[in-house]
């Protein structure tokens, strides 16, 4: 029996018979698993035991007396002749068979067939006794620098003799290792299901051929999906070479505009890492232009018509390398960057079509008239866009020609001749040459000869007196209009005036617009007025002519005025530092906790007192004289996620004005709610059936509390006993009845919910649950669970059976009174009117 123990211990799931030399001892024969009449039989037997493994014992009818097996054994299946018992000596192997197909005859006395053939099926059940074996011991392989992490650059594979169909033969890759290691990063990762093996991040960014360095990567394979301990492993070396990336962007393009080769002109070129890949040229600007460029099948970029450097002087755009076949990239688009160089293909243009100087009658010779100027589109800075200018024409050339000379670089135009005479020639058209060295473009120039500047502005008021301002008018408002007038032949340099702020105003704050056609003048306000600051402005105002005056005239105190400006105060309300305040804060925050402070002052420098307003829930509290603002209460984002509060800053002077400002509070949820019932009250038809299940329906008012996270547990040995809590779907909750015989009544069950939040929050909720007669639609006659919203149909009847009993009292009575005599039947009418359950049963 000491042997007998110990095969049970070694093969617990035959418990049933052991075979021990030529003795059998069976337990359970009649156990139909394990013994039975013959048949056609299917068995399982897992591979490598050792020792005898008993399979099946043949119950024989008379006539058949023996059994003969027959088929391929390999000597290691037999029917023990004693008892009939199939059994297995020895150890079979999945790998070398994995089934075994035999016969079994039932033999009479004779020898003779009288049962059978039956086919017997010994399927061999594998094992995991065969380690994964890679292809090769050591694997080359190369690597393009930068090529595209996750791309595989090549493949290990391995292979396990183990039954393919269990996880003995599923293999998963992994990367132990790789040496050297100089980022002390992984630069190679592998596919764990196919053994791809491709560059991390890291690799596309540090591989580099430069360094000289070929790696090796110690891979290793485990079956069992590497899951199991009991995985085999087996390792193998992969040696990568790192080669020189092709495909990188060509240094930039320099192309000269207006091109007169043929074209499609070949600009650059760009090649893929390996032969057979197609390229495509991509829009990088948006919008997107037309480009003017094209690749070619092998990489060469072409640029496809001249280009126009005053239209665009620079493209940038991308070739995409893609596979010859399939309409996928290889790897990331290059950038091809190309500038357009300037030629000198504009001819300069004048600025305008006529351009006029002025000249007084007597102005000396040698004086600057103005400068001229033209201007060429070509690059700037550049001599295609170096001007030079000369004077090619002058009608009339009375009294003489060549009156006037500019100078070739700058084109500023002075006067050469003292012959002017307004009464002679009232003006001068010139004709001006600009040529850029390559085009030649003529412009006009008219140059009107004026009367001298011999009179000075005269203001009409030399003092414009005083006036009063308040510090806050609007920007752009005229102030006051002064005139000065000038004697000199009108509309002409001589005569316009210009005003100026000589002293008193070295902000800029005032400024003064002269009307060209009467020479008025609008003071202006140029800059917001401050009393604060200044209070008072004393401006001296100049006025002169744009053409100089003649020798000997000068301006006196004639030309010149003043302006007193005074600004007043205007009393305003305190100012904010800050007019929106945002508090981030956890609704467990406790009370008084620091939230932020409110600056404001005043400008007239007066004290300033703080308050808040619309602090509705009263959550919060400020200190009134420097405005730092704390908590007040505890707070509850369930009840107000966003708090919105208004701070107001009160000037304490009579006039008290006030400014506000806004707090915004969003509170940071915490887990503190339990969760609760939504419904707080199911039933279930009485008497039970069995199979009954109620959801319940629970909620957690807090952020991120998720229903299927929630534990529940039954609290109280009764609760226990009777009812069950389940989550069949991992989701929701049902309850269901386990004491089949409860009573048709109420139960309130305790129930401890915790939805395992930060912190975890527990509470216990009552369910009610009511065992009641149902409908025949399975709702109860006083269903309490249906909700709230609407009456069902047991509270109506309740409600209709309640006014019946009320009328029915008042009959009574009435007829109690009445028909005192009649008292019997009465009676029997009011009953008949309540009876509840008979209405119900109307139902
Ligand atoms: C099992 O096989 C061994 C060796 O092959 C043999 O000695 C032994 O008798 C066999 N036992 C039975 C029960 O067949
Ligand atoms: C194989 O890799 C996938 C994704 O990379 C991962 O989800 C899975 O868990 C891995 N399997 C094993 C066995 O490591
Ligand atoms: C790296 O491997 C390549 C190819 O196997 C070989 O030609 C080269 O010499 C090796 N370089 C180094 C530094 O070992
Ligand atoms: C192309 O030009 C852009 C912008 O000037 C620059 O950021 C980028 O590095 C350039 N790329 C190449 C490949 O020259
Ligand atoms: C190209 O140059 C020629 C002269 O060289 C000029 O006539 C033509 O306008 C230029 N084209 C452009 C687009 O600039
Ligand atoms: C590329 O192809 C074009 C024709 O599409 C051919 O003219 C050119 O010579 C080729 N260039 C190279 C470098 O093979
Ligand atoms: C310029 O002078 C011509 C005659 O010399 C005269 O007819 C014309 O009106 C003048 N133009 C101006 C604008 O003075
Ligand atoms: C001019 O500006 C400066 C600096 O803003 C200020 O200190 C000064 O008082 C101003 N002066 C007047 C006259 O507004
Ligand atoms: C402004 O002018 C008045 C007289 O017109 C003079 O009394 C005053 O001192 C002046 N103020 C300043 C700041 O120049
Ligand atoms: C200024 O000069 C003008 C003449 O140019 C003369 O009429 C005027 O009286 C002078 N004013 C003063 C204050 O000298
Ligand atoms: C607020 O709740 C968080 C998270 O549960 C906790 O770490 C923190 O101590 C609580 N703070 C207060 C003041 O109770
Ligand atoms: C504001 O005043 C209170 C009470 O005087 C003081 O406790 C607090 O530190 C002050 N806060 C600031 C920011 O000055």
Redesign the pocket.
Known sequence: MEVLTKMLKIYPHHFGCLLILHLVICQGTDDPHISGPLEDKTFSVQEGRTGITYIFRFTLQPPTVKLRLTGVTDGKIYIYPGDWSLYVNGSLDWETKNVYNLQVEGLDENGQRVKGPYSITINVIDVNDNPPQFSQREYFAAVRQNSRPGKPFTYVTATDRDDPTTPHAQLSYSISKHFPDPYQTMLFQINNVTGAISTTAAGAKYLNPADGINYTIAVRVKDMAGQSENSFPSDADVIVTVLENLWKSPPLVKLKENSTEPHPMRITQVQWNDPGAKYEIRQKETPPTKLPFMVAQNGTVYVTEPLDREVKDAYSFYVVAKDKDEDISLSYPLTINVTVEDINDNPPVCDKALTVFEVQDNEPVGNFIGTFHASDRDQENTLNSRLSYDIVDQS?KVPLDKMFRIERGTGTVNLLASALNKEL???YSLTVEVTDSVFKTLCNVRI?VIDTNDQIPIFEKLDYGSMTLPENIPLGTVIRRIQATDADEPFTGSSQIEYKINKGDPNNTFMIVTDLKTNRGDVTINKALDFETTDVYNLTIQATNPEPLVTGVQYNSSSVTYLRVIVTNVEEAPVFLKTTHTVDIPENATVGTFLTTATAFDPEGDSIRYALKSDARKWLQIDPLNGTIYTAAPLDRETQQTYMVQIVATEQTKASRSSTAQLRLNLKDVNDNPPRLDKNAVFFCHPLQGNEKKKIEVSDPDERSYVQRFTYSLVGADAIQNWNVSKPDGLLAYISPRNMKLEEKDYDVPLKINDNGRPPMEGVVTLKVRLCKCTEENRCFLAIDDGPSLPTVGMAIGILAGVLLIIGIILGVVFLNLKRKKEYELKAQTANAVSPSELRNLT
């Open positions: 009339p020639v009232s003006n009107n």
